[in-house]
């Protein structure tokens, strides 16, 4: 069973904002830190819908 695009996608999506934390925490930059704080909510909420869709074409 393939896994659903959007866990993929939420994964990246996930590290993505922490390098951007990571990297604004380093340079002081706090609205680079943020934003990488609201990146991985987006990247956990897409992966927890992917797994849904993925519970779903189990059935």
């Known amino acids: 069973m393939a896994v659903d695009k959007d866990r993929v996608e939420g994964s990246a999506t996930n590290v993505g904002g922490k390098v951007k934390e ?12 943020s934003e990488g704080v609201v990146d991985q909510v987006k990247g956990k909420v897409q ?3 992917g797994g849904v869709k ?3 074409k189990g059935k």
């Open 22 to 33: 990571g990297a604004g925490k380093l340079t002081g930059d706090k609205k680079l830190e």
């Open 47 to 49: 992966n927890a819908v």
């Open 54 to 56: 993925d519970a779903l």
